[in-house]
């Protein structure tokens, strides 16, 4: 990792990946403390392989992931990652906290509320009162990536914008659909309004 940016290298055993390598970061990230990114890599990351090592970006959603609602795909998303980083022996999760989009946790539960109240997605529920609809930042992710020495990946991703974001930083981007099948109504109506606001679904 980069000397410049501080960093907390431990191991950890996940039921989906075993032992990997985990890496906190602490200052130069672009967060402290409960904001710090988190990277996972699993099996032989380096070198990476010519065609790119697997990556799984994945936002915070408490709800989703703790809490296993069916208004979202998140938990889904980051399992089957994890998955398929199994099956190739390899890959590397890069865990952003960044609840809500980035607005956090209680614009996400005022989103929420006035998304059932008026009938609308949490996209427009976001505008409505104020938010940006998306205010994720993926330039932790890529200097997690430029300190690991990885110029080629393999996305695992429906979101554009985050490929866009880490090809900026001069990392080469070949997108993997990570599409989920819906659980219930909810998520397939969610599933819908991130479709129209560009994720490939």
């Known amino acids: ?51 790119g090592v697997l990556v799984r ?31 190739e022996r390899a890959g590397i999760v890069i865990y952003l906290n960044q609840e809500g989009r980035g607005a956090g946790i209680v614009p996400k539960a005022l989103g929420y509320r006035y998304s059932q109240q008026h009938g609308v997605d949490s996209f427009v529920a976001y505008e409505q009162l104020g938010y940006q609809v998306d205010e994720r930042d993926y330039s932790a992710a890529a200097e997690i990536l430029e300190d690991l020495k990885i110029d080629r990946i393999r996305l695992l991703t429906n979101n554009p914008r985050k490929c866009e974001a880490i090809a900026a930083a001069n990392i080469a981007v070949d997108r993997v659909p990570l599409v989920m099948a819906p659980l219930s109504d909810e998520s397939e109506k969610y599933l819908q309004s991130k479709r129209a606001r560009g994720h490939l679904l």
């Open 57 to 87: 970006i994945q936002s915070s959603c408490v709800y989703g992931e703790v809490f296993h609602s069916h208004d979202c795909d998140c938990r889904d998303q980051l399992d089957e990652a994890m998955r398929r980083m199994q099956g």
């Open 1 to 51: 990792m980069n000397a410049t940016r501080a960093h907390v290298r431990h191991r950890l055993v996940l039921d989906l990946l075993g032992t990997v390598d985990a890496f906190v970061g602490q200052e130069g990230y672009g967060g402290a403390g409960d904001a710090s990114p988190i990277a996972l890599c699993h099996g032989d990351w380096a070198p990476a392989p010519p065609d």
